[in-house]
């Protein structure tokens, strides 16, 4: 009926959690995240974590190589410091969404700037979360995991569940940037609408 496991009562832990965790990472399976920060602990404790849960994860210490490791690494999010040695996050995240190619990335800001000027400005400019410095790393994981729910209900219609514009437009972006030979099938069906209205999306 579409199940992804199977497990007979009485349950035993060991199996459940095993069960529970090899489907956990198939889900997380090929998600990436950059990790932008010049603080090195900041970045071990980050990626740390975050690859203890199946995520890929890259780094850099400063504007200058987050905008290389975006080219090559092709994150889904940056975890973003503020205060870099070359650009501060602010203006670094302007650029970003102002490019067709990375402006669908998701940010979460990480700073040990708590004040709320700072977090209203983070958000204002596109960042998708705000998180303090120092923070605990089951609270960070759990804030990667729930921008990255949102950004795929976001990047899906809500009734076919296939995948909306905003996430057409990020791959054929990606892949002319790419400059790489690409097929693009467009597929439509005629009546649709008077079909859907008639008998729901359901069917």
Do not use: W
């Amino acid at each position: 009926a579409g199940a992804h496991a199977y497990l007979e009562k009485p349950l035993e832990a060991a199996k459940l959690g095993a069960a529970m965790a090899q489907l956990l990472q198939a889900r997380r399976e090929g998600a990436r995240v950059l990790v932008v920060d010049d603080d090195e602990a900041a970045r071990t404790l980050c990626r740390e974590s975050l690859r203890a849960l199946g995520y890929a994860v890259a780094e850099a210490d400063s504007a200058e190589r987050c905008g290389e490791q975006v080219r090559a690494f092709r994150p889904d999010l940056i975890l973003l410091d503020i205060k870099l040695p070359d650009r501060d996050g602010f203006t670094l995240i302007e650029a970003l969404k102002a490019d067709l190619v990375t402006s669908q990335i998701s940010v979460i800001f990480i700073s040990a700037s708590g004040d709320t000027r700072s977090k209203v400005r983070a958000l204002q400019l596109g960042g998708d979360d705000y998180v303090v410095k120092p923070f605990d790393a089951m609270e960070l994981c759990a804030r990667v995991e729930n921008v990255r729910r949102r950004r795929a209900a976001d990047l899906s219609s809500p009734t076919t569940r296939l995948p909306s514009s905003a996430a057409i437009d990020r791959v054929v972006g990606e892949r002319i940037k790419s400059k790489e030979p690409f097929t693009l099938c467009y597929l439509d069906l005629d009546n649709l609408k008077a079909f859907n209205d008639h008998y729901g999306y359901a069917k």
